[in-house]
């Protein structure tokens, strides 16, 4: 990269395609936030997006802890642990964690403008007790660095040291600038990110501050909805794409961010839906335990409910069992194949009195009345799960 005709300009085709992908994008911000939610699915749903940034964006760099591990360290963030005795993945995890804490109090929608003094800050707290020996926390680098491989697109190398703190300052300008202004939110942060990991102004800790940045800038433009999170996890998940196609982007002059935008506004959308699919398996869910409890209270003869207690309970029992592991899933439901489900403990124990001849009567009656699917796969057998129709058949 030639910085002596450095520019902050950048272009990006494919405007109507993009339009759609943002037509998208607000339609389930909206969607999420027209609800009202209980405040134990808000607290669980950006304790979620918390851990999947925090990984995500560590990881990127190499960082080896499970989700599980880092959900661990950001429950104790309010603790006080001795720095002797955490390892040097666990710190890492534990900075993000706090400048996370950092972003969501100092942006929130309309406040002052990005400054120069909060990506310092951003960079602080991502890297303070950094064992890094050419990276002081808060403070610009004073050396040369290339990034990047041939097998990704090429290396990149960074603004001279010499010129950081003068592009920094334009970079700051540029991103409060009427150009940037008039771009959406979500493409906003994209180019904020790009221009910041492309100057590399730090020893250490570019991307995870770039990427913080990009999700400092939703927060303000107000696209974090119902909590903390950002691309991290999605750009993690796609890490080699992500890289290839930042290395890319600086080839042509300006600056063609087509397709690294494009690759950002997708995953962005993708994020936003499963925000709302949280959401509407968690209503599913919460609708069809009270479906079940009408259709128990309900009489359609002299000694006959809808449902009786050994069905009410199998159908609780199932509708437990067949929670996503996924929160964020498409499907709102598992499905369990009819062996495993009879090879259950609690079925076992409730139809211990009756024949298996029985149980499968129960079953195809449920089916029947539109309270389970029933689907039968080649190579698994039958399969079953809740069928949410019934919420709106009772």
Do not use: C
């Amino acid at each position: 990269m030639d910085w002596n005709a450095f520019e902050f300009s950048y272009g990006h085709r494919g405007m109507a395609a993009l339009s759609a992908q943002l037509i998208q994008i607000d339609g389930y911000r909206e969607a999420a936030l027209n609800l009202v939610l209980p405040p134990m699915w808000r607290e669980q749903l950006d304790g979620l997006n918390r851990v999947r940034a925090v990984h995500g964006t560590t990881a990127l760099e190499g960082n080896p802890l499970s989700e599980e591990e880092v959900s661990e360290q950001i429950d104790q963030l309010t603790m006080q642990p001795d720095a002797s005795e955490m390892s040097r993945e666990q710190a890492q995890i534990r900075n993000v964690g706090l400048a996370q804490d950092w972003i969501k109090e100092r942006f929130t929608p309309d406040q002052r403008p990005v400054t120069y003094e909060d990506v310092m800050r951003m960079h602080a707290l991502v890297t303070q007790g950094s064992d890094e020996t050419k990276n002081v926390p808060g403070e610009l680098r004073q050396h040369s660095v290339v990034v990047g491989t041939e097998a990704l697109g090429g290396v990149h190398r960074g603004a001279p040291a010499n010129v950081l703190a003068e592009l920094m300052g334009g970079f700051i300008v540029f991103i409060n600038g009427r150009r940037m202004a008039e771009e959406h939110p979500v493409v906003r942060a994209l180019v904020a990110h790009f221009f910041l990991v492309t100057l590399h102004p730090f020893g250490d800790g570019n991307g995870r501050v770039s990427r913080l940045l990009e999700a400092a800038m939703l927060y303000r433009g107000g696209y974090n909805v119902l909590g903390f999170y950002g691309l991290s996890n999605y750009f993690y998940r796609n890490g080699d794409e992500y890289k290839l196609l930042l290395q890319q982007s600086r080839r042509k002059k300006p600056f063609d961010l087509t397709d690294f935008v494009s690759f950002g506004v997708r995953g962005f959308a993708a994020e936003l839906k499963g925000i709302n699919n949280f959401i509407k398996t968690k209503l599913n869910r919460l609708v069809y335990r009270d479906t079940l409890v009408r259709a128990f209270n309900q009489h359609v003869g002299p000694r006959r409910r809808i449902l009786n207690q050994r069905e009410y309970r199998l159908l609780d029992f199932l509708l437990r069992e067949t929670e996503p592991t996924d929160p964020f899933s498409d499907e709102p439901s598992l499905s369990i194949r009819f062996d495993e489900l009879l090879a259950e403990p609690y079925v076992e124990s409730a139809y211990r009195n009756v024949t298996q001849r029985t149980f499968r009567r129960e079953l195809v009656r449920l089916h029947e009345m539109g309270f389970i699917k029933v689907t039968r796969d080649a190579d698994e057998g039958v399969r079953i799960e809740v069928d949410f129709g019934a919420i709106g058949r009772y």
